[in-house]
């Protein structure tokens, strides 16, 4: 970790290129096919027999950097219609869970099809396809899951008109039985899509779930380039939730991940009245925006060009270079967040070695404003897992009064399928 004023990435020797750049068979090789068998993050609902055709494919036709997205992503709507269609068959013939299963897993397919954004027209073609076929398998689940869209009330001009997630109650929830509520902000190429992966678990805790994207990804309303844009999205989305008699709004907790840590952080100062708790797992705060670190992130942890994900999501397309001219703009640091006088209840939990966002920009959150609670997890690159998810679930049980052993939630996120 850095010394204080330090930076942890200026270094004498940077680290080398991960091997995952060279070439997709590199990438599927040294950090994709383990969690494609084991159907845990990018590849939630997934099962490893869909996507081995395709990374054939792939393989075989020498996919590189810099990618073709659109060749990229054709290869993969063959198997992604092929599980859709056999899901509607099943779900024809009344066969639910079946039918669920597949739609989940067409969507998986679609997902990656479009990771880690939806740059190029095909792409964002299956971010549209992907939606349907999750939509679907989450609302034919035995624990169902509703797509909500509600008016962004508080946007301006230069914002989108609604808003758009996941709302899941669990059984028995209502007005006399109002249950906890864990709002869960998505990250860079994860979106609603993926992180519902999450519900499953917090039902069975019989906690209420709310799953949306953040500006810049999937559906979010909120101008990418206004740095002040997320605050009008969460007072809409609060106000909303504010509405429901189901929820017991004096256990409310935001949970952001990766570059949804970054707005966690920010929601956390700028509604802190709103919220019992946030969590911010491998976020940033200020060096995230430095030129010196975008220079240089491309070529580490991430799977694809990272620094170029950034700019097209915080609204500069493909202009990289301007990014890095103006992306201080959206520091905590710089623009006077993490020096305001309150702050929720924040813990923030990240690797010691991201290679995505700097530790130090969590050092950066410790030296300002109000006290917050921290846990870093070393010999762990971005967002520290899977130790993290011990921790943070073990916080947010204590925060709502809650019993039982993380462990249990988190045999619920593997993907396991049946057909």
């Not at 393989?59 to 290869?75: S, T």
């Not at 639910?96 to 989940?104: G, I, P, R, T, V």
């Not at 710089?334 to 130090?360: M, S």
Request: aromatic share 12%; charged share 30%.
């Amino acid at each position: 970790m850095a010394a204080p004023g330090g930076v942890f990435f200026i270094q004498d020797k940077l680290p080398e290129v991960a091997p995952h750049h060279e070439s997709f068979k590199q990438l599927w090789e040294t950090k994709w096919k383990q969690p494609c068998r084991m159907g845990i993050y990018p590849f939630m609902f997934a099962a490893l027999k869909d996507f081995e055709p395709i990374v054939e494919t792939l393989i075989e036709r020498d996919f590189k950097e810099p990618y073709d997205w659109d060749e990229y992503a054709q290869v993969f709507f063959p198997k992604a219609e092929e599980l859709v269609a056999e899901a509607e068959k099943a779900e024809k013939e009344g066969n639910k869970e079946k039918a669920s299963e597949l739609y989940l897993r067409g969507s998986a397919v679609y997902r990656i099809s479009r990771f880690p954004a939806p740059r190029s027209e095909k792409q964002r073609y299956a971010w549209q396809e992907g939606k349907k076929a999750a939509k679907k398998g989450l609302a034919m689940r035995e624990r169902p899951t509703k797509e909500m869209t509600i008016p962004h009330k508080h946007g301006l001009d230069i914002d989108g008109k609604d808003i758009q997630f996941y709302y899941h109650l669990p059984p028995g929830a209502s007005k006399e039985k109002p249950v906890p509520l864990v709002i869960i902000l998505t990250g860079l190429d994860g979106y609603r899509t993926e992180l519902a992966v999450w519900i499953e678990g917090w039902s069975q805790k019989n906690v209420g779930v709310v799953v949306l994207e953040i500006p810049g990804t999937g559906d979010s309303p909120a101008a990418p380039n206004d740095p002040t844009s997320p605050e009008r999205e969460w007072s809409s989305l609060f106000d909303w939730i504010d509405e429901q008699a189901e929820i017991d709004h004096t256990r409310r907790a935001l949970w952001g991940f990766s570059t949804g840590g970054y707005y966690a952080i920010r929601v956390a100062h700028t509604h802190h009245d709103r919220l019992a708790g946030v969590v911010a797992l491998g976020g940033g705060t200020h060096h995230m925006f430095s030129p010196e670190w975008l220079s240089q992130v491309n070529h580490l942890e991430y799977p694809f060009d990272l620094a170029n994900t950034l700019a097209y999501k915080w609204g500069y397309g493909d202009d990289l270079e301007k990014f890095k001219k103006e992306g201080m703009k959206f520091s905590l640091v710089e623009d006077g967040t993490l020096d305001k006088p309150h702050c929720t209840r924040l813990l923030l939990v990240n690797g010691v070695g991201d290679e995505i966002f700097p530790i130090d920009d969590y050092y950066e959150c410790l030296l300002r404003g109000p006290t917050k609670e921290a846990r870093f997890v070393i010999k762990r690159k971005h967002m520290g897992e899977p130790e993290s998810f011990i921790i943070i679930l073990t916080w947010l049980y204590k925060l709502f009064g809650l019993e039982g052993h993380p462990g249990d939630q988190m045999r619920t996120i593997p993907s396991r399928p049946k057909y």
